[in-house]
T-cell receptor, first 110, second 114 residues
Framework: RKEVEQDPGPFNVPEGATVAFNCTYSNSASQSFFWYRQDCRKEPKLLMSVYSSGNEDGRFTAQLNRASQYISLLIRDSKLSDSATYLCVVNNGNTGKLIFGQGTTLQVKP | ETGVTQSPTHLIKTRGQQVTLRCSSQSGHNTVSWYQQALGQGPQFIFQYYREEENGRGNFPPRFSGLQFPNYSSELNVNALELDDSALYLC?????????????FGPGTRLTVT
């Protein structure tokens, strides 16, 4: 079983749609959680850290459910520029080892 | 932009050769982590450097080695290159080594081994 699992998609949605990505992690001792965005052949860019209380940044909302070991990302009012791969990332301990999911591909169409 | 830089951008090497990749961390960051990303996969942790010492290592053989310099920049060295080493190599810098520190990635070096 992979440490971080995501549905690879692709998710094809029209502009203006709301789309949700889910991610599960296997290590209950995981400490920190993040969503990164990666454009084709570019580096991952930090989208947001995910806190137990949930957090929101504009059109993006992230939720963490520690009991179910589940992380989600909600994108409202999708834009063409949101088209990218979204990586769910977990840090298990006191080292800098980030564990990445395979990524979920989003394609927003006009 | 994150302020993390990497060189070179692209590199083509032959199997068995050695390669050195370089990374400069963002201002104010003292920790550098290296990742390997194969096509269609998420990045895989290679190792992390803090205070010029290795601070954690992923499941990579000893032919992957690194250095960190007093100015916090870092090198990744790979000896005896294999075809499977072809990948995007990413470095990330952070303010510290703890789990809560956010890591910011450089643009990567795309290595092709023929």
């Amino acid at each position: 079983r992979k440490e971080v699992e995501q549905d690879p998609g692709p998710f094809n949605v029209p502009e203006g749609a709301t789309v949700a990505f889910n991610c599960t992690y296997s290590n209950s001792a995981s400490q920190s959680f993040f969503w990164y965005r990666q454009d084709c052949r570019k580096e991952p860019k930090l989208l947001m850290s995910v806190y137990s209380s949930g957090n929101e940044d504009g059109r993006f909302t992230a939720q963490l459910n520690r009991a179910s070991q589940y992380i989600s990302l909600l994108i409202r009012d999708s834009k063409l520029s949101d088209s990218a791969t979204y990586l769910c990332v977990v840090n298990n301990g006191n080292t800098g080892k980030l564990i990445f999911g395979q990524g979920t591909t989003l394609q927003v169409k006009p | 932009e994150t302020g993390v830089t990497q060189s070179p951008t692209h590199l083509i090497k032959t199997r068995g050769q050695q390669v050195t990749l370089r990374c400069s961390s963002q201002s104010g960051h003292n920790t550098v982590s290296w990742y390997q990303q194969a096509l269609g996969q998420g990045p895989q942790f290679i190792f992390q450097y803090y205070r010029e010492e290795e601070n954690g290592r992923g499941n990579f053989p000893p032919r992957f080695s690194g250095l960190q310099f007093p100015n916090y920049s870092s090198e990744l060295n790979v000896n005896a290159l294999e075809l499977d080493d072809s990948a995007l190599y990413l470095c990330a810098s952070s303010r510290g080594t703890g789990a809560s520190y956010e890591q910011y990635f450089g643009p990567g070096t795309r290595l092709t081994v023929t």
